[in-house]
C-alpha cells in the first residue's frame, strides 16, 4: 500500500479540485433526483384527473364510457405508489442525516398524515349531503388546496423557492378549477397540476446538475 495516496494533495489547486469532487458526491449521495421526487405525484396527477374528466365532464356528459370507480381507484393507486417512491427515495437520501434536518422531514411529513386525515374525516360527514358532481369537486379542490399550502409549507421550513412556487401554482389553478366548476376542475388539475408538477421535475433536476 502506497502510503503517499493518504497525503493531501501538495498542490492547491489540486485541493480545492478535491473538494469540489467531495462535494459534489456528498450532494449526489444526500440529495435524490428530483425528477424521483416528482414526476410519479405528476403522473398520478395528470392519469387520474384526466380519467375524471373523461368520466365526468362537465354538464353530467360522458366523454368516455369508463365504470364509476376506475378513475377514483386509478387516482388512489397511482397516489399510492408516488408515495412509496418518495417514501424510498428519501429514507436512502436522507437516512444518514440527523439533528434539526431529520427532525424538520419527520415533522413535516406528521403534517400531511394528520392534515389529510383530519380534513378527509371532515368532508366524509359533508359529502354525503351534496349531490355527486358538487361532493366530487369538494373532494378534489380540499385535496389539491391541502397539497398546494403544504407546499408552501414546506418551502418555507427548508427556504426553498422552487417547492414554495410550485405550491403557489398548485394553490392558484386550484381557485381557478374550483370557480370553472365540476369537470373542469379535474381537467385543469389534470394539465395545469400534473403538468406543473412534472416541469417541477424537469427545472429541479437541471438546478441539480448545475450545482453539481
Not at 444526500?30 to 368520466?55: H, K, Q, T
Amino acid at each position: 500500500m502506497d502510503l503517499d495516496d493518504d497525503l493531501p494533495p501538495a498542490d492547491p489547486a489540486a485541493a480545492l479540485q478535491l473538494i469540489r469532487e467531495q462535494r459534489v458526491a456528498t450532494a449526489r449521495r444526500l440529495e435524490p433526483d428530483a425528477r424521483i421526487l416528482y414526476w410519479p405525484w405528476g403522473v398520478a396527477w395528470l392519469v387520474g384527473f384526466g380519467l375524471f374528466f373523461l368520466r365526468f365532464s362537465p354538464d353530467d356528459r360522458v366523454l368516455v364510457r369508463l365504470p364509476d370507480w376506475l378513475p377514483l381507484t386509478v387516482l388512489f393507486v397511482l397516489l399510492a405508489v408516488a408515495a412509496v417512491i418518495q417514501a424510498v427515495a428519501g429514507a436512502r437520501a436522507y437516512g444518514q442525516v440527523s439533528g434539526n434536518s431529520s427532525r424538520r422531514g419527520l415533522w413535516y411529513g406528521c403534517s400531511w398524515a394528520l392534515g389529510s386525515v383530519s380534513v378527509y374525516a371532515a368532508l366524509g360527514r359533508v359529502t354525503n349531503h351534496l349531490p355527486h358532481d358538487l361532493a366530487a369537486l369538494l373532494w378534489s379542490a380540499t385535496a389539491v388546496g391541502l397539497t398546494g399550502a403544504l407546499h408552501m409549507a414546506g418551502g418555507a421550513i427548508w427556504l426553498d423557492r422552487n417547492l414554495f412556487r410550485l405550491g403557489v401554482w398548485i394553490s392558484v389553478i386550484n381557485v381557478i378549477g374550483a370557480f370553472a366548476g365540476p369537470g373542469w376542475h379535474a381537467l385543469v388539475i389534470a394539465l395545469a397540476g400534473g403538468g406543473g408538477i412534472l416541469t417541477a421535475g424537469v427545472l429541479g433536476r437541471l438546478r441539480q446538475r448545475r450545482r453539481q
